[in-house]
């Protein structure tokens, strides 16, 4: 847990970072973009670890869940970057994400049972709340785009009832 | 056969509308953004919710222990109020989205 918020506050420092060193204080569109879209996808291939680990029917109702919301919203994003005609940019915000996600996923992996599901839920209560605040604090101010900002301020509406939905399921398990 | 039947049909069309008042309605809430839109309704049995799903998500109107409609995404489900009482309900794919109708008899 240590390591993971360590990285994604890391994560969140580089955008400052990164764009400050190109003069500019935010990050741009396409850039947004992409770290939503990643957000997203490291959200699913969690969840399905949950799935295919957990025996808990509220831990895997959860993660299908996940599955489901997270693909529905990834396939919007799609749709408007093509409509867009924008690339999404790879960045360190993103890189930065996949590397804590990864590390998790092998952490998560060597945990069984009540472990893995009281590990992998507060993981996913801490994950929301990291990217809601990112969302609300640098990447929806930082849209440029109308469309994209709107989509954005959707799942930061989505993403926070993930994380009641998840801190719920957190004191189920207690 | 066909000219009884219109007949009737008639006869009862002109009932209900001089009926009107009590005739049963469609109640519709909106479902934006995980948000039921109004939250609270007053309904009389008889009357159908609709709820109308603007979001590009699925969710479900379920009351504990009682209906659960399904609602796709970017689609609608009706639910007939069959009994009078109060009843709060949530989406089972989003428990934090909470509604409520009050149906009186």
């Known amino acids: ?174 | 056969m066909l000219p009884a039947r219109s007949a009737v049909l008639t006869l009862f069309l002109g009932a209900a509308a001089v009926a009107a008042p009590s005739r049963a309605e469609t109640i519709e809430v909106t479902v934006d953004r995980l948000v039921y839109t109004p939250a609270e309704i007053v309904a009389k049995v008889g009357d159908e919710v609709e709820w109308v799903n603007k979001d590009a998500l699925i969710h479900t109107a379920t009351i504990k222990g009682g209906a659960d409609v399904p609602l796709p995404a970017k689609k609608s489900g009706r639910l007939l109020l069959q009994e009078a009482g109060s009843f709060d309900y949530i989406c089972r794919y989003h428990p934090n989205m909470k509604g409520h109708i009050t149906v009186r008899p």
């Open chain 1, 1 to 174: 847990m240590t390591i993971r918020l360590t990285t994604a506050a890391a994560a969140i420092a580089l955008i400052f970072t990164a764009n400050g060193a190109l003069g500019a204080d935010k990050p741009t569109d396409p850039q947004i973009a992409h770290i939503a879209y990643t957000a997203g996808v490291l959200d699913i291939e969690a969840a399905k670890q949950a799935i295919a680990t957990s025996k808990n029917k509220a831990v895997v109702e959860f993660a299908e869940t996940m599955v489901r919301d997270h693909e529905a919203v990834n396939s919007q994003a799609l749709d408007l970057v093509k409509k867009l005609n924008v690339t999404p940019e790879d960045n360190d915000t993103s890189k930065a994400l996949s590397q804590a996600a990864e590390t998790k996923r092998q952490e998560l992996a060597k945990l069984s049972g009540a472990e893995f599901d009281k590990a992998y839920v507060e993981h996913e209560v801490a994950y929301h709340k990291q990217v809601n605040g990112a969302l609300e604090t640098l990447l929806i101010p930082a849209a440029q785009n109308g469309e994209l900002k709107s989509l954005l301020e959707t799942g930061l509406k989505l993403f926070q009832g993930h994380q009641q939905h998840a801190e719920h399921v957190a004191t189920e398990l207690k």
